[in-house]
Nanobody, 128 residues
Framework: QVQLVESGGGSVQAGGSLKLSCVAS????????ITWFRQSPGKEREGVAS??????????YYADSVKGRFTISQDNAKNTLYLQMNSLKPEDTAMYYC???????????????????WGQGTQVTVSS
């Protein structure tokens, strides 16, 4: 059973930065895609950034809304996924979740149905 624990959320003014962390445990193979999603009240959960566990940069994807501002990375020795968020905007305010899904069952990188494991989320609030 894969377990994911996020941290690093908080409140920041527009233009500021935050770095989220997601510690993973219980991987049974190396074939997982790990993705940051976010959800704000009244909106659907949306994918933000995605990469492969133990994978290289060629398998990294970003939502158009965060390209050039957010960077996904990982420290395999620590089993930790990061999301560096710069130039934050009020519209980035949301609960942020990390999710893991087995590559064999992917239906779409930002399709929430592709992910079997979810963390509890960490809140990010950006004020103007």
């Amino acid at each position: 059973q894969v377990q994911l624990v996020e941290s690093g959320g908080g409140s920041v003014q527009a233009g500021g930065s935050l770095k989220l962390s997601c510690v993973a445990s219980g991987y049974t193979s190396r074939n997982y895609r790990i993705t940051w999603f976010r959800q704000s009240p009244g909106k659907e959960r949306e994918g933000v950034a995605s990469t492969l566990s133990f994978g290289g940069g060629g398998n990294t994807y970003y939502a158009d809304s965060v390209k050039g501002r957010f960077t996904i990375s990982q420290d395999n020795a620590k089993n930790t996924l990061y999301l560096q968020m710069n130039s934050l905007k009020p519209e980035d305010t949301a609960m942020y979740y990390c999710a893991a899904g087995e590559v064999a069952y992917m239906m779409g990188i930002f399709n929430i149905a592709s992910y079997q494991y979810w963390g509890q989320g960490t809140q990010v609030t950006v004020s103007s």
